[in-house]
């Protein structure tokens, strides 16, 4: 019996692939390990997938699609990263490179917002 690799589902193009995915999680793992406090009970992956949605269709914070966390938690990553420069970090990585694609418009949300 082999084992099969569950994929999830692309729901949106701008959503992450899984093999993306494989390369960004132990990438922000590394630099926002979750040490303190309660367990994280949000999916970093959905939540980058807001924040490209939101970069890539120009929608306000309060129109994020139902199938995503909610808006304020999906902007309080975001100010988190951005104040932190996490997302710039992400990018010296190597692979990190379509997150860098991103970041360099990711800004134009504080305007949209």
Not at 32 to 39: C, Q
Request: positive net charge.
């Amino acid at each position: 019996m082999t084992e099969k690799k569950i994929e999830s589902v692309i729901r949106y193009p701008s959503d992450l692939i899984d093999e993306e995915w494989e390369i960004l999680e132990p990438i922000f793992n590394e630099l926002e390990p979750y040490t303190v406090g309660r367990p994280r009970k949000s999916d970093l992956r959905e939540i980058l997938n807001a924040i490209f949605y939101l970069n890539k269709t120009g929608c306000p914070w309060r129109y994020l699609p139902k199938d995503f966390p909610p808006y304020k938690l999906v902007n309080y990553y975001y100010n988190k990263w951005t104040e932190n420069r996490l997302l710039e970090k992400v990018n010296r990585f190597p692979g990190g490179q379509r997150l860098l694609y991103y970041s360099h418009m990711i800004l134009s949300l504080k305007k949209v917002g």
